[in-house]
């Protein structure tokens, strides 16, 4: 049985989405005599900026993939190369994206740089394989990738920017280390990918008493305690490296945030709320258009850049956001899927796998 939309999914992702984008304002039109407030931004809001992207995304492939796994016409081969093609088209806009940003910049080595999208796309990638083995296995999967990421950080360190071979390890792995380098990032989509099975196994249920007291053992109560867990072990371990972006201590503080954010919601949406989606709108549209808005505000840069205050920059700000979710809504009423670039993505993957197909199918005869 395919399960409904979850809303605490797009509510999550559009909270994301409006992080990223706040950030990115400071970062532009900020004058750099106020930069340290930027710093202390992104020092209390990025554990819901990139690494829970990636986390929302693992939960979100997880559920397309069990989804179509348990449906009456799933087809091994067709679901792969769809998943691949999507994965391929999320590369090749990202590579574009780079590339542009390596242009203005006039430096080639911008080319390969761990901008989320690239992030999620070799994320997409590797996961695949792993989505067919236990949660068991990827939880010990995404804990052994951080712990061995912080070794071979160490060791790759003192060759940045150097000509040889681990100098080369170093930039594809780890340039920009201010980025979403994909050894630190992929175990947040990894974990994601848990949450997203229980999900299903939950909502795939069709009582729905059952399905809420499934929910509340198997994920709610445990997300709860762990993340609270993972909180205060990072905020404790090595303090105050839970501030350092990429740390140990932040990978595991980001990790606490989003299970308990993502609880939360959850709590609100199967406990609390009726229509959680009606009350968080605003947020829903930045996660219904995630890609649109993410390669659209980049046009934002050029608007104040480098020239507001510490007072001003709010009001901006402000209005950018009220425009920005105006825009949105118009754009939703008005043309709907069509104008999200994630879904026309998803519609091309099915596209030309179902052009493979045919054409296998004529081979055989």
Not at 114 to 134: E, G, R, Y
Not at 137 to 163: C, D, H, K, T, W
Not at 271 to 294: A, C, G, H, P, R
């Amino acid at each position: 049985m395919k399960i409904q939309r979850i809303k605490s999914i797009d509510i999550f992702r559009g909270l994301c989405m409006a992080w990223m984008i706040l950030n990115h304002l400071i970062s532009w039109w900020l004058n750099n005599k106020y930069s340290w407030l930027h710093g202390i931004t992104v020092m209390i809001l990025d554990p819901i900026g990139a690494s829970g992207f990636l986390f929302i995304s693992g939960v979100s492939i997880a559920l397309s993939y069990k989804n179509r796994v348990t449906s009456v016409e799933y087809n091994h081969r067709w679901l792969r190369n769809s998943y691949l093609f999507r994965a391929f088209c999320i590369f090749l806009i990202a590579m574009i994206y780079n590339t542009t940003i390596s242009l203005y910049l006039n430096s080639l080595l911008w080319i390969w740089t761990w901008f989320v999208l690239l992030t999620v796309a070799i994320s997409m990638f590797i996961s695949w394989p792993l989505l067919k083995t236990s949660k068991i296995f990827r939880i010990i999967l995404g804990i052994f990738i951080i712990i061995a990421n912080q070794y071979l950080f160490s060791v790759l360190l003192p060759y940045r920017g150097e000509n040889n071979v681990f100098g080369v390890f170093f930039h594809i792995l780890y340039h920009r280390m201010g980025q979403d380098p994909i050894l630190s990032f992929f175990p947040f989509f990894l974990f994601g990918t848990v949450i997203g099975d229980i999900l299903f196994e939950s909502y795939n249920n069709l009582n729905e008493n059952s399905k809420k007291k499934y929910l509340k053992i198997n994920l709610i109560i445990p997300s709860l305690a762990i993340g609270s867990l993972l909180i205060i072990s990072g905020i404790l371990f090595i303090f105050p490296n839970f501030l350092e972006r990429t740390s140990f201590s932040w990978i595991i503080y980001s990790l606490g945030i989003e299970l308990l954010i993502f609880s939360l919601l959850l709590i609100f949406e199967e406990f609390i709320i009726n229509d959680i989606k009606k009350s968080f709108k605003f947020l829903f549209y930045y996660s219904y258009y995630s890609l649109t808005v993410y390669l659209g505000h980049n046009l934002l840069y050029f608007l104040f850049f480098e020239s507001l205050n510490i007072y001003d920059i709010w009001i901006f700000i402000l209005a950018t956001f009220i425009i920005l979710g105006l825009l949105l809504r118009f754009i939703y009423k008005k043309w709907g899927a069509k104008a999200s670039i994630k879904i026309q993505i998803g519609k091309l993957s099915s596209i030309l796998t179902m052009k493979i197909e045919a054409h296998k199918r004529n081979q055989d005869k």
